[in-house]
């Protein structure tokens, strides 16, 4: 599971895909068995069913946007303390997420709430 690039740049590139509702650049940065879990802990995989989703959230959420204000990176994994953009409504929906990066590819991509126990967990705190 070897990375060529900086980790923290492969999950900036996938956010800024995300922020841009680039399905394409998300297909070509999801590892083929890539997982989504959200905040729930609900779990979404692989790829082809994620980029069905990922339509049906743009299509849903057409001002989506996530901005990070912080990433830390350990191996192959990557930690990010930022917020989400909903709508004018809901402006700031502070988030974290966590992005573990194989073979320069987003396997998987998981979304916390912002707690103290999260941050604690995710070496954030």
Request: charged share 25%; net charge negative.
């Amino acid at each position: 599971m070897m990375n060529s690039r900086d980790p923290k740049l492969i999950a900036l590139l996938f956010n800024e895909c995300i922020t841009n509702q680039n399905l394409e650049g998300l297909s070509a940065l999801m590892s083929e068995d890539h997982t989504f879990i959200d905040h729930t802990g609900a779990i979404s995989r692989p790829k082809d069913f994620m980029i069905n989703a990922w339509k049906g959230f743009f299509a849903a959420c057409p001002n989506y946007k996530n901005t990070f204000s912080r990433l830390e990176s350990a191996s192959s994994t990557v930690s990010i303390v930022g917020h989400a953009f909903w709508s004018e409504e809901k402006p700031f929906d502070p988030v974290l997420w966590r992005a573990r990066i194989e073979n320069d590819l987003v396997a998987e991509w998981r979304i916390y709430e912002d707690t103290p126990e999260n941050r604690k967990s995710l070496n954030l705190a």
